[in-house]
């Protein structure tokens, strides 16, 4: 009974949003936070303080994707109203008019670099509205950028699931390595599927095989470093990657290598200025200088932007206590006199630094207007607002289904699948990565709060405990696919509605065939 009263709320989710004429997320992901409430409230008989504080909590990390998604909306807004986008689109189309090379060289290459710059959602943020600008359907976008942004995220935002992901396990150094390696290994396989299925969504199986020369060149020009430099370290593989890939992207597309030759393909638009192109790209040039810059640790910035020695702090009364860090992190701590708490940082997370500052930075440079600025942020305001009551139901109930201890619904779910495998587990531990991913929106988390369970399964049933940790972290990434806050973020910022319960019942496809990769090298890595 308790399982069947875990499982219940998300099959009611599940239900909700991928039924035929489905439920909007904004009330869907509410109704079942609700749900999710009564059942602890009666069945698990949870605190009702702890509850609440949740609650609370919740409201503080919505500020986190909410505000990214307003600073990604406000830089799409302001290449838009500059004509940036249309250069930019201009540009892409003389570097190859081929629809499958602007695809692979944005939705793919670009966007690996961006994940292991940054992770938070960022990469399908900046990309999708590129893509969009070049004329592409904004819900296939959508669909391209969740399946594409998989490969790279174990490894994204410098390697922070990896290496921050575990770090609550004990685990040395070396085992974080060869976790590392055996989770790029796995990676590398599903390369050459996972991008075929994602440009399935918006060209023709095709014209896939025919530019299938072009598009294995530019999977491995990303994934062959990456795989390389996974053998020596866990930070760097995707952001290392990603630029490798990148280049290398746009002079085989440039060079026409491994591109199908058509009418279309061979009338390339009239050439660009150079310094018209700079200018139109300096947003997005700044935009990854500054990622880069804040999140290799190596630099110290990142370090400074994360400080929390204690700036100021106040008590709140029966609310709890307000803690403002150097850097500015704002954490409500000791929520209801429980322990919940929730921060938001300030300067780290990429909605200040670099949406806004990047936007303020090139207000003057493309010389805008009072009114055009009044438009751009008038129209991102407009555009949030129902994707933060989304957010918040879904953060809601994903802080209630981790209430509880081992007793938790989602520890519950998570040991009831061990349960069900047995010793055929490694075969299966990925799902449980996916499921973390799609509750909690992050590989990170999913990694946090899996890991230990994974590791104890593999620990009691004699399995190899890195591999099974590189499953785990394989899952969190492929889970991105079906992660109800990506999907929201991606949706708000194409400004595509009502589309969440289709982007998951046709992302969950690709999932399951990741899922299947990654069964089948545990297999093979097992022998």
Not at 221 to 231: D, E, I, K, N, R
Not at 270 to 283: D, E, H
Request: aromatic share 8%; hydrophobic share 55%; proline share 5%.
């Amino acid at each position: 009974m308790p399982l069947l009263f875990s499982i219940a709320p998300i099959v009611l989710l599940i239900w909700m949003m991928t039924k035929r004429n489905g439920v909007p997320s904004y009330l869907a992901l509410p109704l079942t936070a609700a749900v999710v409430y009564a059942v602890q409230l009666l069945w698990f008989d949870a605190s009702l303080r702890l509850l609440h504080a949740n609650i609370i909590t919740a409201l503080v990390s919505t500020l986190t994707p909410i505000t990214i998604i307003a600073g990604a909306i406000l830089l799409n807004k302001l290449m838009q109203v500059s004509g940036a986008e249309n250069v930019v689109r201009r540009w892409l189309e003389t570097i190859s008019p081929n629809p499958v090379a602007q695809l692979m060289i944005i939705g793919w290459a670009f966007a690996f670099m961006i994940e292991g710059a940054s992770g938070f959602g960022t990469p399908a943020a900046i990309a999708a509205p590129i893509l969009v600008g070049l004329g592409f359907n904004p819900l296939r976008v959508a669909l391209l950028t969740l399946v594409m942004n998989s490969v790279p995220v174990s490894f994204g935002a410098v390697g922070t699931p990896t290496w921050f992901g575990f770090a609550n396990l004990g685990l040395s150094d070396t085992s974080l390595l060869e976790i590392g390696r055996q989770t790029a290994l796995i990676h590398f396989v599903a390369g050459f599927v996972i991008p075929l299925l994602a440009l399935r969504f918006i060209v023709s199986w095709q014209d896939i095989r025919r530019n299938l020369p072009f598009i294995l060149l530019s999977v491995l020009s990303c994934t062959v470093p990456y795989l390389l430099l996974a053998q020596v370290n866990y930070e760097f593989p995707a952001l290392v990657g990603g630029a490798i890939g990148l280049a290398l992207s746009v002079l085989l597309a440039r060079c026409g290598i491994g591109l199908a030759r058509s009418d279309k393909s061979q009338s390339a638009g009239q050439a660009v200025p150079f310094l018209q192109v700079v200018k139109a790209m300096t947003p997005t040039l700044l935009l990854i200088a500054i990622l880069i810059v804040t999140r290799v640790h190596q630099l110290g910035l990142k370090a400074l932007l994360n400080n929390t020695a204690l700036l100021w702090q106040e008590k709140l009364g029966w609310l709890g206590e307000l803690r403002i860090s150097r850097a500015l992190i704002v954490e409500l701590q000791q929520v209801l006199g429980t322990s919940a708490a929730a921060g938001y940082k300030t300067l780290y997370v990429p909605a200040l630094i670099p949406f806004l500052l990047v936007v303020l930075l090139c207000i003057p440079l493309f010389r805008l207007n009072g009114g055009q600025v009044r438009q751009m942020f008038s129209e991102t305001g407009g555009r949030i607002a129902r994707p933060f009551i989304a957010l918040f139901g879904a953060l809601v109930m994903v802080n209630l289904m981790m209430q509880g201890g081992d007793n938790a619904p989602v520890i519950l779910i998570g040991k009831a699948l061990a349960a069900l495998t047995g010793e055929s587990w490694l075969l299966f531990s990925s799902f449980l990565g996916a499921l973390g991913s799609f509750f909690s929106g992050s590989n990170t988390v999913s990694n946090l709060t899996f890991g230990g369970i994974q590791q104890s399964i593999a620990q009691s049933s004699g399995l190899d405990v890195n591999l099974t940790l590189a499953l785990q972290s394989v899952g969190g990434a492929m889970g991105n696919m079906v992660c109800l806050n990506n999907i929201i973020a991606v949706c708000s910022i194409l400004g595509i509605g009502n589309a969440e319960g289709k982007i998951i019942r046709k992302t969950a496809l690709p999932m399951l065939a990741y899922g299947g990769i990654a069964a089948g090298m545990a297999a093979i890595l097992t022998l």
